[in-house]
């Protein structure tokens, strides 16, 4: 891809990408014509093999009985160099800064390693050398498939992956769902499979045209921003995008966002992310999208970085998404004065599964935890019922309700009071962008088709606010009170948030006050409701 900047986008290239399997992918054996070696055999001097492919399966088995992992060390046309994983001694680039992480390594300059080298291009490649002492422990069999060398994912199992990411099942849970001795992959190769599976199926005169097309978008609008991530080959990775219409709103309406990327109908399956918020006849408003080849800490960090400087630095006041570890890293790194709140009906779905056993449609259990997650007036009235329903349904020792009490702060609708979310609490906002554009896409699209039915969906999208705007400024909002303040709420509001407003109103109404006492310059008033004695409270009045 042309690596040409223009004024308003960015195309960047990344060079430090995911670390993948050491020994090189050329190296990968030809399932057709190559025998899986006996583990059994050692390796000895002069024994010959049909290919380096050959080699280097015969070696990893051997490494993988004996407890070390391999990796190659040097190759050229008609030599190869294989040696322990532990070869070679860690290189200090500078002292650590206070503060910062300080690695590990397994490097112990251990000399164990074998060379091979054929004669012309129709001789055998043959063992040269051999040495096969090293200076560390060895791994045991249970732990072996840890090393990297070792780590396999079959043909099997990467086709589950991929089913399990087309049903949408987070991308972090699928390794788990595999455990065992033999197969001992993290999410992290996971993660590299997939975005590997895109790279390959992303076409690169598709990327072209996606890069013209935001030239273009550009030229007939300066304020149209764009960026493109490539991976050091000059491939697309992760690709970002907002029209001028949405930056500018961004400042208007941008205190509040929800993110969510579990959208991925698209031809490469690449998970679609909207900024998603709320103008000022509440409805839902995109501040920006992206295309993404993974989910990773390093991919989201891009992203909001990138975001940000798209919104003109102005950090947003919260932000709500789902309870995705790497996403949650990235907002703290990027984001970290921002409010960050868990999707709460995520979590809430959640129940069913995990406490299948008390939580039902009429159980008792159900409802009174509803009610102290949605309803409790306090924070000091949420722990003490959450504690009493843990105590009296025996559920003090369950790990998942534990971890999520440890979490509270960032779900609990009480402790998120004093931030403003803009009457959300879940990214329901961004799943209904979601639903819109199913509309206009299918799996089948293509990433230049994807960007330009993208396009005339917003146009569809900033058609309804106009309309909106229309109702609003030529129809009167009917007061019911007739209040002096409703009045002046009719006169400044649009329909809708006027309309949410007087239901706030009428509620308000429900509530007395009650003078306890004055000290200095302070009023103590006791607000309570006539309809229900839990919403009582002691406000304060400084004058």
């Given at each position: 891809?042309?690596?040409?900047?223009v004024?308003?986008?960015?195309v960047?290239?990344l060079e430090d990408?995911?670390i993948v399997d050491?020994?090189s992918?050329?190296?990968?054996?030809?399932s057709e014509?190559s025998?899986?070696?006996e583990?059994?055999?050692?390796?000895?001097?002069?024994?010959e093999f049909?290919?380096?492919a050959?080699?280097k399966?015969?070696?990893?088995?051997?490494?993988k009985k004996?407890g070390?992992g391999?990796?190659?060390r040097?190759?050229?046309q008609n030599?190869?160099?294989?040696?322990?994983?532990?070869?070679?001694?860690?290189i200090?680039?500078g002292e650590?800064?206070?503060?910062k992480r300080k690695?590990?390594?397994?490097?112990?300059d251990c000399?164990?390693?074998l060379?091979?080298?054929?004669a012309?291009?129709?001789?055998?490649?043959?063992?040269k050398s051999?040495n096969?002492v090293?200076?560390?422990?060895?791994?045991s069999?249970?732990?072996?498939a840890y090393?990297?060398?070792h780590?396999k994912m079959?043909a099997?199992?990467?086709s589950?992956v991929?089913k399990f990411d087309?049903e949408?099942?987070?991308?972090?849970k699928?390794?788990?769902?595999?455990?065992?001795?033999d197969?001992?992959?993290s999410s992290?190769?996971?993660?590299?499979?997939?975005?590997?599976?895109r790279r390959r199926?992303?076409?690169?005169?598709?990327?072209q045209?996606v890069?013209?097309f935001?030239?273009k978008?550009?030229?007939?609008n300066?304020?149209f921003?764009?960026?493109?991530?490539?991976?050091?080959?000059?491939?697309m990775i992760n690709?970002?995008?907002v029209d001028g219409?949405a930056r500018?709103?961004y400042?208007?309406?941008g205190d509040?966002?929800t993110?969510d990327t579990?959208?991925?109908?698209?031809?490469?399956?690449?998970?679609?992310?909207p900024f998603?918020?709320?103008n000022?006849h509440?409805?839902s408003i995109?501040?920006?999208?992206?295309l993404?080849?993974?989910e990773t800490q390093r991919?989201?960090?891009w992203l909001?970085?990138?975001?940000l400087?798209?919104m003109?630095g102005?950090y947003?006041?919260s932000i709500?998404?789902d309870q995705d570890?790497a996403?949650?890293?990235?907002?703290a790194?990027?984001?970290p004065h921002?409010?960050?709140?868990?999707c709460?009906?995520h979590?809430?779905?959640k129940?069913?599964?995990?406490?299948s056993h008390i939580?039902h449609k009429?159980?008792t259990?159900?409802r009174?935890l509803?009610?102290?997650?949605?309803?409790?007036?306090?924070i000091?009235?949420?722990?003490e019922?959450?504690e009493?329903?843990?105590?009296?349904?025996?559920?003090?020792?369950n790990?998942?309700l534990?971890?999520l009490?440890?979490i509270r702060?960032?779900?609990i609708?009480?402790?998120n009071r004093s931030?403003?979310?803009?009457g959300m609490?879940?990214?329901q906002?961004?799943e209904?962008?979601?639903?819109?554009?199913d509309s206009?896409v299918?799996s089948?699209?293509?990433l230049?088709?994807?960007?330009?039915?993208?396009?005339k969906a917003m146009?569809?999208?900033y058609?309804?606010?106009?309309?909106e705007?229309?109702?609003?400024?030529?129809?009167?909002?009917?007061?019911?009170v007739?209040s002096k303040?409703?009045?002046?709420?009719?006169?400044?509001y649009?329909?809708?948030?006027f309309?949410?407003f007087?239901?706030?109103?009428?509620k308000?109404?429900?509530f007395?006050?009650?003078?306890l006492e004055?000290e200095?310059?302070?009023?103590?008033?006791k607000v309570?409701n006539d309809?229900d004695?839990k919403d009582?409270?002691?406000?304060?009045i400084?004058?």
């Amino acid at each position: 891809m042309d690596n040409e900047c223009v004024e308003n986008s960015t195309v960047e290239c990344l060079e430090d990408h995911e670390i993948v399997d050491d020994v090189s992918n050329d190296l990968e054996p030809n399932s057709e014509n190559s025998k899986s070696p006996e583990a059994n055999i050692c390796p000895i001097v002069d024994m010959e093999f049909a290919s380096i492919a050959d080699v280097k399966e015969f070696y990893t088995s051997f490494a993988k009985k004996e407890g070390f992992g391999v990796r190659v060390r040097s190759t050229k046309q008609n030599f190869c160099m294989f040696v322990c994983a532990n070869e070679g001694t860690h290189i200090v680039k500078g002292e650590n800064e206070e503060g910062k992480r300080k690695r590990s390594t397994s490097r112990t300059d251990c000399k164990a390693s074998l060379t091979v080298s054929k004669a012309g291009k129709r001789s055998k490649w043959v063992i040269k050398s051999i040495n096969n002492v090293h200076n560390h422990g060895m791994v045991s069999p249970k732990s072996v498939a840890y090393l990297r060398s070792h780590k396999k994912m079959t043909a099997a199992t990467k086709s589950l992956v991929e089913k399990f990411d087309e049903e949408g099942v987070p991308t972090g849970k699928v390794a788990t769902m595999f455990q065992g001795e033999d197969n001992a992959f993290s999410s992290r190769d996971c993660w590299n499979h997939l975005r590997n599976l895109r790279r390959r199926n992303l076409d690169v005169g598709d990327a072209q045209a996606v890069f013209k097309f935001c030239k273009k978008k550009q030229v007939e609008n300066p304020n149209f921003f764009y960026a493109i991530q490539c991976d050091d080959e000059d491939r697309m990775i992760n690709f970002f995008w907002v029209d001028g219409r949405a930056r500018l709103a961004y400042q208007f309406f941008g205190d509040v966002i929800t993110f969510d990327t579990t959208y991925k109908t698209n031809k490469y399956d690449m998970p679609f992310a909207p900024f998603t918020g709320l103008n000022h006849h509440f409805q839902s408003i995109l501040f920006g999208c992206a295309l993404l080849q993974d989910e990773t800490q390093r991919s989201f960090e891009w992203l909001f970085r990138t975001w940000l400087d798209a919104m003109g630095g102005k950090y947003p006041v919260s932000i709500i998404t789902d309870q995705d570890l790497a996403m949650k890293a990235a907002i703290a790194n990027v984001f970290p004065h921002t409010r960050h709140r868990l999707c709460l009906w995520h979590i809430k779905k959640k129940f069913a599964e995990k406490l299948s056993h008390i939580y039902h449609k009429n159980s008792t259990f159900k409802r009174k935890l509803k009610s102290c997650i949605r309803d409790s007036p306090s924070i000091k009235y949420f722990e003490e019922e959450w504690e009493r329903i843990m105590i009296d349904y025996n559920l003090k020792e369950n790990e998942w309700l534990k971890g999520l009490y440890d979490i509270r702060k960032s779900w609990i609708p009480v402790f998120n009071r004093s931030t403003f979310f803009a009457g959300m609490n879940t990214t329901q906002r961004s799943e209904s962008i979601n639903a819109f554009f199913d509309s206009f896409v299918n799996s089948s699209t293509t990433l230049q088709g994807f960007v330009v039915k993208f396009d005339k969906a917003m146009d569809s999208r900033y058609e309804k606010q106009r309309r909106e705007d229309f109702e609003s400024r030529h129809r009167l909002r009917l007061v019911v009170v007739k209040s002096k303040i409703e009045e002046h709420a009719a006169s400044i509001y649009t329909r809708n948030i006027f309309g949410k407003f007087h239901d706030e109103f009428i509620k308000i109404i429900q509530f007395r006050r009650e003078k306890l006492e004055k000290e200095g310059s302070q009023n103590r008033y006791k607000v309570s409701n006539d309809y229900d004695s839990k919403d009582t409270f002691i406000v304060c009045i400084s004058w």
